[in-house]
């Protein structure tokens, strides 16, 4: 069956340390993959997309990899801060339809960074 | 704002009543879509629109209609709810392609009551 699972539900980090968050998939073949973040009682935003030919993409303080081999993707937030507290969500597209992206997400992430 | 506006942004109503959730969208997407997010659950996609015309519908019961009259507009017509139906409702847009993702408003929170 097709999963997508992120590899833990919570995670604390020291501030300025990098947070590494995973997401895994099996029995997708996805020509991209994103990341969003969501904060409490709002809808996510999306932050980053990584398409299947590329191995890393960068923005800022934020870094993400993507191993088609391994069905992998992890996200890095490097010099973490308290502000990057929040839930972040690994999604993918496996295919178009008719000219909209289908999105499959998972679980999230809550990220919290301690001062 | 993210572009993308839900309304209300609360709604709390009782199994037999009859609401409608609306999305607006002023992006120039042309697509549009409807998730439900249950605590500890990944977001579930519901219905999707690609130019005003439903592409998909995800086994949803009948008791969630969708309706999108212009690419701006997007409802979701709520009827004799349960309420394990209690859930944070949230609309997305998006173009077809493009390095860019969905832009989400910030959704309903409905409780079934």
């Known amino acids: 069956s097709q999963k997508i699972e992120q590899n833990s539900e919570a995670l604390n980090i020291q501030e300025g340390k990098t947070a590494t968050l995973t997401c895994n998939y099996t029995?997708?073949?996805?020509?991209?993959l994103q990341w969003y973040r969501q904060d409490p009682g709002r809808g996510p935003v999306f932050l980053l997309l990584i398409r299947e030919n590329e191995k890393e993409k960068r923005k800022e303080r934020l870094k993400v990899t993507f191993d088609t081999t391994l069905k992998q993707s992890l996200f890095h937030i490097t010099a973490s801060q308290p502000a990057d507290s929040a839930t972040y969500l690994c999604a993918l597209y496996p295919y178009l339809i008719q000219g909209a992206q289908k999105l499959v997400f998972g679980q999230g992430t809550r990220l919290t960074i301690n001062p | 704002e993210t572009g993308v506006t839900q309304t209300p942004r609360h709604l709390v109503m009782g199994m037999t009543n009859k609401k409608s959730l609306k999305c607006e969208q002023h992006l120039g997407h042309n697509a549009m879509y409807w998730y439900k997010q249950s605590a500890k659950k990944p977001l579930e996609l519901m219905f999707v629109y690609s130019l005003e015309e439903r592409v998909e519908n995800n086994s949803v019961p009948s008791r969630f209609s969708p309706e999108c009259p212009n690419s701006s507009h997007l409802f979701l017509h709520l009827h004799t709810l349960q309420p394990e139906d209690s859930a944070l409702y949230l609309c997305?847009?998006?173009?077809?392609?493009?390095?860019?993702?969905?832009?989400f408003g910030s959704g309903t929170r409905l409780t079934v009551v």
């Open positions: 997305a847009s998006s173009q077809a392609m493009g390095n860019y993702g969905y832009t």
């Open positions: 029995n997708y073949s996805p020509a991209y």
